[in-house]
Every structure is written in structure tokens, then in C-alpha cells.
């Protein structure tokens, strides 16, 4: 079963800088992309950033210039480096992913984020 697991959420100071990682396990099948999508309290699940296999990088119009997405497509991980946060950052960050073994998707189980004004 493919699963992945997010890290390294958690409280920062408007302004402040936080690294967030995505691992795989259960497929050695690499991700056709990786991405990352983030959820504030009673609003949808947004689109933040995105990472193809071929190197195609994708961000959302609110985070490009601060946040910057990094993919090992050797170890099937991801990273999102987050800087200048912003309350507007705040919510739960998912890590998505797919394969031949994922072919609608798959996603991790979610880290908070949360930016202090």
C-alpha cells in the first residue's frame, strides 16, 4: 500500500521560515508528481505547490517568490521550504502524490501549520 507521511509543521512567528518533507513508502514505482495542498479551518483544500517527475514546477499565485518546492525522485520524497509565513498561511499542510500503484492519488495524513501575526 503506498503511504506518505508529512513532517515539520508546527508555530512560527509571522515572517519565519518552516521546512516541510513528504515521504513515501510501500512502491519503489517513481511519483509521476508530487505536490503539496494546504486546508485552513472551514475553508477547501487549496493547491500550493507541485513537482513532476520531468521537472515541471507549479506554485500558487499566493506563494510563489516565498515558498519553494524540492523533489528527490530517488527516494519518491518531497520537500517544501516555506518562507516569509504569513497568517494566511495557517492550516493543515497535505502531501499528494501518484503512480501506476496510486493511479487517483494519494495522500498523507496532514501536518499543522500555524503563523502567529
Known amino acids: 500500500q503506498v503511504r506518505l507521511v508529512e513532517s515539520g509543521g508546527g508555530l512560527v512567528q509571522f515572517g519565519g521560515s518552516l521546512r516541510l518533507s513528504c515521504v513515501a513508502s510501500?512502491?519503489?514505482?517513481?511519483?509521476?508528481?508530487m505536490a503539496w495542498y494546504r486546508q485552513a479551518p472551514g475553508e477547501q483544500r487549496q493547491f500550493v505547490a507541485r513537482?513532476?517527475?520531468?521537472?515541471?514546477?507549479t506554485y500558487a499565485n499566493s506563494v510563489k517568490g516565498r515558498f519553494a518546492i524540492f523533489r528527490n525522485g530517488a527516494e519518491n520524497a518531497v520537500t517544501l521550504q516555506m518562507n516569509s509565513l504569513k497568517p494566511e498561511d495557517t492550516g493543515v499542510y497535505y502531501c499528494?502524490?501518484?503512480?501506476?500503484?496510486?493511479?487517483?492519488?494519494?495522500w498523507g495524513q496532514g501536518t499543522q501549520v500555524t503563523v502567529s501575526g
Open positions: 499528494n502524490a501518484q503512480n501506476i500503484e496510486a493511479p487517483n492519488g494519494v
Open positions: 510501500g512502491t519503489t514505482n517513481k511519483f509521476i508528481y
Open positions: 513537482a513532476t517527475l520531468d521537472g515541471l514546477i
